[in-house]
Every structure is written in structure tokens, then in C-alpha cells.
């Protein structure tokens, strides 16, 4: 059989090359072709059911707030906003030192490139993502997160922080 595929004199195939070739290509997309026809079939109708995402889905921006002092978590050390490849994150703040108060955290989602820079720098776990991934609008205003919708976007699940524990 290997005396079809050699090549000849000129460098081609020969015509019986080239058709063998062709069938074993043939069967070989029908096999896969054949066994994704048989195997059950993952439908979701999307806007009665959803999908569950992975805790890791880089999804939209949320501010947790701390349960035990209702404050912001952040402790205002701009570390997001210096690493985000996007600059899509603006913050402000009023005072100095410890007495520091958060007065602007906004974060430009039409911007975003949801690359997770800022959910791993960040020390105190203020900025997580949530596993949210309805963000479509027919306005571009909307797609800029104030500090109050990102204190409303956090859920009450557990949600993914950019810190991995490791097993031991």
C-alpha cells in the first residue's frame, strides 16, 4: 500500500496517492463526525436557564464590604489601579494615613479586559470578581461602575478572590 503514497520522479503524489490519502482523511472527519452525533447533547434555553460558571470566572467587578466593621475592605494603597493594563480603575481618596476614607472607586468596564490583575495584586481581597455575566447594554454610560454599584454588584455567595490557597 505504501508504493501508492511515494512521491514520484517530479516530487508529487500519484493518483492513487492522492485518493488514498483523500479517504483516510474522509474517514477519519466521519469518525469524529459519528461519535459527537451519538453522544448526549448540553442545551441550555439561555434566558430561562442559566449557566453555572466556574468560581473562578473572571466576570464582573464587585467591592465586598466587611461583615464584622461594615466598611470597605480596601485600604485605599492604589495597587489596582497601578497594575491595571487598561487603566480602567480610578480611585480617590480623602485624609492621610490611617484616617484615609474611600470617596471614588470607579472601574471603566467598557475598558476592561478582565485579565485579573487587579483581583491578585489587591492585599486585602477589596476587589473580587463575581460570577456574573450579563453585562450587555445599549448604552456605554452604563458600563461605568460607581462605588455604590460596586458594593450593590457583590452577592452573597462565596466568590472568587484572586488569592490561591494551596492544599497541604
Known amino acids: 500500500m505504501s508504493a501508492p503514497m511515494m512521491p514520484t520522479s517530479d516530487g508529487t503524489r500519484s493518483r492513487m496517492g492522492r485518493i ?24 441550555v434555553s439561555y434566558p430561562l436557564q442559566y449557566v453555572n460558571v466556574s468560581p473562578r470566572w473572571h466576570g464582573l467587578l464587585a467591592l465586598p464590604i466587611d461583615p464584622e466593621t461594615d466598611n470597605d475592605k480596601c485600604i485605599i494603597c492604589f495597587q489596582c489601579e497601578r497594575v491595571c493594563p487598561d487603566r480602567c480603575i480610578h480611585i480617590e481618596a480623602t485624609g492621610k494615613a490611617k484616617d484615609r476614607l474611600l470617596t ?12 485579573g490583575l487587579c483581583v491578585e495584586v489587591c492585599p486585602t481581597e477589596a476587589i473580587v470578581f463575581v460570577p456574573h455575566y450579563e453585562a450587555s447594554t445599549y448604552n456605554r ?3 461605568l461602575y460607581d462605588l455604590d454599584d ?19
Open 150 to 168: 460596586l458594593h450593590r454588584a457583590t452577592p452573597k455567595e462565596p466568590i472568587a478572590t484572586g488569592i490561591v490557597k494551596v492544599r497541604r
Open 104 to 115: 471614588r472607586f470607579d472601574i471603566e468596564m467598557d475598558k476592561c479586559c478582565y485579565c
Open 20 to 43: 488514498v490519502a483523500g479517504m483516510v482523511g474522509l474517514v477519519v472527519g466521519l469518525k469524529s463526525t459519528l461519535r459527537a452525533m451519538f453522544e448526549p447533547k448540553i442545551t
Open 141 to 143: 454610560a452604563n458600563l
